[in-house]
Nanobody, 114 residues
């Protein structure tokens, strides 16, 4: 069974930091990434990273968030610094397997208080 299991969400004050982790199980993943969905809004890309380490970020998080991965552990991370209230959302890990099938994690809540 292929799974993506996230951890690391929580409540933090504005200006603070959080680190999200996502472990892939049951398959090897090529591109992996993080998306987020705020209440009443669509799910948007936050950051993606290829197995070779090429990264892509949403403009709203550039300079504040850093995506990284450990291929040996099939794990992707999202370091979030200088958090703002507008970063509040459910964050989802995504992964595309080498067979080009897409999977999502269950989501982890990130809440940034003023």
């Amino acid at each position: 069974q292929v799974q993506l299991v996230e951890s690391g969400g929580g409540l933090v004050q504005a200006g603070g930091s959080l680190r999200l982790s996502c472990v892939g199980r049951g398959a090897l993943f090529g591109i992996m990434g993080w998306y987020r969905q705020a209440p009443g809004k669509q799910r948007d890309m936050v950051a993606t990273i290829t197995s070779g380490g090429t990264t892509n970020y949403a403009d709203s998080v550039k300079g504040r968030f850093t995506i990284s991965r450990d291929n040996a552990k099939n794990t992707v991370y999202l370091q979030m610094n200088s958090l703002k209230a507008e970063d509040t959302a459910v964050y989802y890990c995504s992964g595309r397997t080498l067979a080009l099938r897409d999977y999502w994690g269950q989501g982890t809540q990130v809440t940034v208080s003023l």
